[in-house]
């Protein structure tokens, strides 16, 4: 029996939706399963190909060369839109994991600023809604843009403050003088750069507070970046010492402090200088870290173990009270260090020593104090 000719073509069409639809989701399938395997981010771009936009290009063709719909059809308009809408979120997924979120670090894909990347998101989303609009629905797009013309105009009279926090951060991006990982200082906070978003960044600081600065208040302000040109970040502790402790003693004291640190840079090298004589002699110790993570810990640590090295050497720092003149031990009372005939006692091996040989040790032994972790004596290094 001779069917007509559309009819053989309707037919035709439905035997290969009805072989080819299933065909190509098994097909797919088992390509999602093998790039699984090996945890491929396209993945999931391919999931929503198979899941999505395969079922609904197969009851588009299905409408219009089986069912035999015109296109301008509300039902296959319908249709065509929704898979439009799915093949823009495939191609979003397909941006989001395949070109960024598998990039590697330190690719240029890892630094590309998430304010593109949500521009790019919205320009894909922008370009399909005019296709759909002008391929789909037959609309005119000119009178559209004219329409929006006059209504971006309201709508910017209205946000006027939010725009500018949103092209403020368009240019910090242009300029690039920040970025995320870097850190900042800006009216007296310093924090690291978590994020930059549409209106503001994002700042973490050491206390892990998190301050959302506006985009344009670092566009139009200024603030201070401590990770350019690089990474080092040098710190500058002022202390003082008495008129009677000689400068170059205080000096040579406070270098053995700081090369004891771990953390602090061998080079550029510590800097020790004399700047000023009032109440006290003032001294500018300067030395580097390699990041500014690391400030915090050698700041503290050196002034720590700078206490204890005063201590040792005799060096009064700068305390509001009197040191007493009155000899060795006397100087051991006012720093609350305990005798060394008292500080034996306290070992089970001297509890039944005799208290008068035990006494006559005070004149004959010195006690040193040391904070934990310093070094004691380094090899080659000539006792006094």
């Not at 006059?150 to 949103?166: C, K, R, T």
């Amino acid at each position: 029996m001779d069917f007509p000719v559309f009819s053989q073509e309707m037919l035709r069409w439905a035997v290969g939706l009805l072989v080819g639809f299933p065909l190509a989701m098994l097909l797919m399938g088992e390509a999602i399963l093998r790039l699984r395997r090996h945890n491929r981010p396209i993945v999931t771009t391919l999931t929503i190909l198979r899941s999505l936009v395969l079922p609904t290009l197969a009851a588009l063709l299905l409408l219009m060369n089986v069912v035999g719909l015109p296109r301008g059809h509300t039902a296959v308009r319908v249709v065509e839109t929704v898979m439009w809408i799915f093949l823009i979120h495939a191609a979003l997924s397909f941006v989001n994991d395949v070109v960024f979120a598998s990039a590697a670090e330190g690719s240029w894909q890892s630094r590309f600023p998430k304010l593109f990347l949500d521009l790019a998101r919205l320009i894909l989303v922008l370009i399909g809604a005019c296709i759909v609009l002008s391929t789909v629905w037959g609309a005119d797009l000119t009178k559209l843009a004219a329409a929006l013309g006059v209504g971006s105009i309201v709508i910017g009279l209205a946000l006027q403050e939010p725009l500018g926090n949103v092209f403020a951060g368009m240019m910090l991006l242009f300029e690039r003088p920040i970025a995320v990982g870097d850190w900042i200082q800006i009216d007296g906070t310093t924090g690291k750069v978590v994020q930059i978003t549409w209106r503001s960044v994002h700042i973490e600081t050491g206390t892990r507070e998190l301050r959302i600065v506006p985009n344009s208040s670092l566009y139009k302000g200024s603030f201070s970046n401590l990770s350019r040109p690089d990474t080092l970040r040098t710190e500058v502790i002022e202390l003082g010492f008495s008129y009677d402790d000689a400068p170059n003693k205080v000096k040579f004291t406070l270098m053995a402090v700081l090369r004891g640190i771990e953390g602090i840079l061998a080079e550029p090298r510590p800097v020790i200088r004399t700047v000023a004589y009032d109440s006290t002699v003032r001294y500018h110790v300067i030395f580097t870290v390699a990041r500014q993570e690391g400030v915090a810990a050698a700041h503290d640590e050196f002034l720590t173990r700078a206490w204890y090295a005063a201590r040792r050497q005799g060096l009064t720092p700068a305390f509001p009270t009197r040191r007493s003149d009155a000899g060795d031990q006397a100087d051991l009372a006012a720093w609350g260090v305990a005798r060394p005939a008292e500080l034996l006692r306290r070992f089970p091996q001297f509890s039944v020593a005799n208290d008068e040989a035990l006494a006559g040790l005070d004149s004959k032994v010195t006690v040193t104090t040391y904070s934990r972790g310093e070094r004691l004596i380094s090899e080659g290094e000539r006792l006094p």
